[in-house]
């Protein structure tokens, strides 16, 4: 990619997207704990359309921070081709954890959290802000969701 390269349309950027969620099987996780300590992992996830699931153990600091904050930032890319989601989080016990969205994770990562160990759990992230960009010609219009509404 090159600096002076043309700015991808929003279109274009949402596009995109939507092909990394259904391709990348990896997403950083950042959370934080009551006291604000950040926490910054790589997760496996599995994209449902609406939503993002996530498996870790409930009581690790991702797990802990999920559950109780209620709030992540996830991210893909690296500084060059940045994606950025806000979302709000529901925890579900591997009991509770529809079969589908539980399905869609196995099917995409080869894991199923269900048959590990009794700590782990489901996370599903629903998008209220999206930012992608590719440089700083992009930046303008980075946004392509605002309050959980594409606004593209």
């Avoid at 969205?101 to 629903?126: E, I, L, N």
């Avoid at 605002?146 to 606004?151: E, I, K, L, M, N």
Wanted: hydrophobic share 40%.
């Amino acid at each position: 990619m090159k600096i002076t390269e043309p700015p991808r349309t929003p279109g274009q950027r949402k596009r995109e997207l939507l092909d990394r969620l259904e391709r990348e099987v990896d997403i950083w996780v950042a959370t934080a704990d009551r006291e604000g300590l950040p926490c910054l992992v790589a997760l496996w996830f599995a994209w449902d359309g609406e939503h993002l699931w996530l498996s870790t153990r409930l009581t690790n600091p991702t797990g802990l921070n999920l559950q109780e904050g209620g709030r992540a930032r996830l991210a893909f890319g690296d500084t060059r081709d940045v994606v950025l989601f806000d979302g709000e989080v529901e925890t579900y016990t591997r009991e509770e954890v529809p079969e589908a969205a539980a399905r869609s994770f196995q099917a995409k990562t080869g894991w199923d959290p269900g048959r590990d160990s009794a700590s782990y759990a489901y996370f599903r992230v629903r998008p209220v802000a999206v930012q992608a960009w590719r440089g700083e010609q992009e930046l303008p219009r980075r946004h392509l969701m605002r309050d959980g509404v594409w606004v593209v």
